[in-house]
């Protein structure tokens, strides 16, 4: 896989940069702002940009406008977003155009080496992947929102697992269910948060932002 990599403090840039080498993949180009993210992106065409949210000169979102940017100019574009804390704002802005190939990442889970590989599969694929901490904290936020709330406890579960990427078959091996007891508790989650049928694919990001805005 061919991966940018766009993160302003040096040690960590070349950590990634040599874990991803050899692990097989090719960092096509290692940056330190948004301005070079946006031109190694556009000039090479990666399978997947890995961005800090905070970069230089301003140290807030740069990271998250940049990727954002370059996801308006084309949509195919695969963004793992990295950050050292929560955002809710931030996570539910990567997901507000309804798409996959987005991730949202603490970067302590940049040293579990196994989560973060197969999330850079999961995003460069087309899913969507949540941290694990930034979904318990959002559950926790979010726990008396009604459409939320009407969730079950199992339903909740399969919420979170849906929101770190996880698919039907990785989800009923996680919680130890029949394939068809996830479909039909996935099921009940459209129907409560209120997602009418469309793409499979689609309603599964349009639930998991609508948990975030809740």
């Known amino acids: ?42 000039g090479h065409r990666p399978d997947l940009s890995i ?50 190939g987005v991730g949202y990442l603490l970067k302590d889970r940049v040293t579990a080496l196994d989560e973060f590989l197969n999330a850079i599969d999961r995003v460069a694929a087309g899913g969507t992947v949540m941290d694990p901490e930034v979904v318990r904290q959002l559950f926790t936020r979010n726990s008396r929102n009604h459409g939320i709330g009407a969730l079950t406890p199992r339903e909740r579960e399969v919420l979170g697992l849906m929101a770190q990427g996880l698919s039907n078959s990785a989800i009923s091996a996680t919680l130890v269910l029949a394939p068809v007891s996830v479909e039909k508790h996935i099921t009940n989650i459209f129907a409560k948060l209120d997602l009418p049928p469309a793409d499979d694919a689609h309603r599964r990001v349009r639930a998991v932002l609508a948990y975030l805005n809740a």
Do not use: C, W
């Not at 940069?17 to 096509?28: A, I, M, N, P, Q």
């Not at 807030?60 to 804390?85: F, H, M, N, W």
């Open 1 to 42: 896989m061919r991966i940018v990599i766009a993160e302003d403090l040096l040690l960590l840039r070349e950590g990634m940069s040599r874990l991803l080498t050899d692990t097989g993949h090719t960092v096509v180009a290692a940056v330190d702002n948004a301005t070079e993210l946006i031109i190694a992106v556009t």
């Open 51 to 100: 961005v800090d949210v905070r970069l230089p000169p301003g140290f807030r979102d740069e990271g998250l406008r940049a990727a954002l940017e370059l996801r308006a100019a084309d949509p195919a574009t695969k963004v793992l977003i990295v950050s050292q804390y929560v955002e809710r704002a931030y996570a539910a802005e990567l997901l507000a155009d309804g798409r996959g």
